[in-house]
């Protein structure tokens, strides 16, 4: 594989991490309402699971749902169910107060916020099928292991450090106090927008 073919891969998925999705709305929810470490360690999370479906698009992942094109209707369905239960218990705590940083206690701990994100990963389907196109499209077949080791190290180190860029901003304390004025509606709001993800994921 070229250099330039390399990069290339790396600056598609970097695009396609920044474009809105489930991911970009629970780590914005997650950022303001709880602060920068549950957040970050969510974007490790997050990250992780980028791996996951970069490395199952290399064993052959795409040629899998081409083959048996009801396994991917699962995963959507599964997929798009989870991120509703994300988006009920949204609403279901709209109304509660943010929880207080201090003393060094985490609203969410760090193993709690990575979970979270590599949930919130697995459960979409699409960074699947984006891999597999991209992989399929962009990566040679006599591609030698090493390289496809880093290639799967930086995917993971893309989504980590754009979705840390977002915790940062969205955990400063501007916007956590103009969040805490608006949290029941905000909250209902991104329950809203997550459930419909969701639904949009698990019939399209």
């Not at 064993?59 to 991917?72: E, K, S």
């Not at 891999?131 to 190290?153: E, Q, W």
Request: proline residues 7%; aromatic residues 10%; without cysteine.
């Amino acid at each position: 594989m070229s250099l330039a073919a390399f990069l290339s891969i790396l600056a598609i998925h970097f695009l396609a991490a920044m474009s809105p999705g489930p991911s970009f709305v629970v780590s914005v929810r997650t950022a303001v309402a709880e602060g920068f470490g549950p957040a970050a360690a969510m974007a490790i999370g997050l990250g992780l699971g980028a791996m996951i479906w970069a490395g199952a698009a290399i064993l052959g992942l795409a040629v899998l749902f081409q083959i048996a094109p009801a396994l991917l209707t699962v995963m959507k369905i599964a997929g798009g169910a989870f991120l509703i239960w994300i988006a009920w218990k949204t609403w279901r705590h709209a109304a509660d107060p943010l929880p207080q940083e201090g003393n060094g206690v985490l609203p969410r701990s760090i193993p709690a916020g990575i979970w979270l994100g590599l949930s919130t990963q697995l459960a979409n389907p699409k960074p699947a099928i984006f891999f597999g196109a991209v992989f399929i499209g962009l990566v040679p077949a006599d591609t030698p292991p090493f390289v496809m080791l880093a290639l799967l190290a930086l995917v993971g180190l893309n989504e980590t450090l754009w979705y840390v860029g977002v915790a940062r901003v969205f955990s400063l304390g501007t916007s956590r106090r103009a969040y805490a004025t608006v949290k029941p509606w905000i909250d209902r709001a991104f329950g809203g927008l997550i459930a419909a993800l969701g639904l949009k994921i698990a019939i399209t």
